[in-house]
T-cell receptor, first 112, second 108 residues
């Protein structure tokens, strides 16, 4: 049982480039989340999806877009990367809405 | 505004030396308090949920307790494999807020 799988694990971008972070879960969960984790700060919610076909903004949505492609997959897109978006990004899922329970191992993103 | 603080920021213990981690919170209408463990290079791993003051949960050497203003994660006779960052989070209304974590090192 893989749980929550994120790709890629590492990425380096130049300012202005775009990229998509992929996330898939195999637990049949309705709710999925994207967080960023920065040193000295708690995990901050970027976007979440309560169910297939719905997405909502979290605490720090600016500069990001998301797509809930189907029940399994939830992707995060940076349209024009900025150095302030250098961070570790985590995807999570849960069977209870609003309570992230299972996390992937993260994507470490550096923007130069 | 819902807020979570954790102390200490970092803690070093000798193997077998019991201690406690603190999570203080302010939230409008607590729906749950959550503890996670995070190993370096990994995502958080869910440990416990506490729903009301006075509630306690245990798992191996860990015991979590909850009051109206804070939660404690008690670690009894820790082992080196307990070394990790421990995250606390609270859910109030529509918000789910994480604390910055306590980095625990247990030395053999």
């Amino acid at each position: 049982n893989a749980g929550v799988t994120q790709t890629p694990k590492f990425q380096v971008l130049k300012t202005g480039q775009s990229m998509t972070l992929q996330c898939a879960q195999d637990m049949n969960h309705n709710s999925m989340y994207w967080y960023r984790q920065d040193p000295g700060m708690g995990l901050r919610l970027i976007y979440y999806s309560a169910s297939e076909g719905t997405t909502d903004k979290g605490e720090v949505p600016n500069g990001y877009n998301v797509s809930r492609l189907n029940k399994r997959e939830f992707s995060l897109r940076l349209e024009s990367a900025a150095p302030s978006q250098t961070s570790v990004y985590f995807c999570a899922s849960s069977s209870v809405q609003g309570q992230p329970q299972h996390f992937g191992d993260g994507t470490r993103l550096s923007i130069l | 505004e819902d807020q979570v603080t954790q102390s200490p920021e970092a803690l070093r213990l000798q193997e077998g030396e019991s201690s406690s981690l603190n999570c203080s919170y302010t939230v409008s209408g607590l729906r749950g308090l959550f503890w996670y463990r995070q190993d370096p290079g990994k995502g958080p791993e869910f440990l416990f949920t506490l729903y009301s003051a006075g509630e306690e949960k245990e798992k191996e050497r860990l015991k979590a307790t909850l009051t109206k203003k804070e939660s404690f994660l008690h670690i009894t006779a820790p082992k080196p494999e307990d070394s990790a960052t421990y995250l606390c989070a609270v859910q109030g209304g529509q918000n789910f807020v994480f604390g910055p974590g306590t980095r625990l090192s247990v030395l053999p």
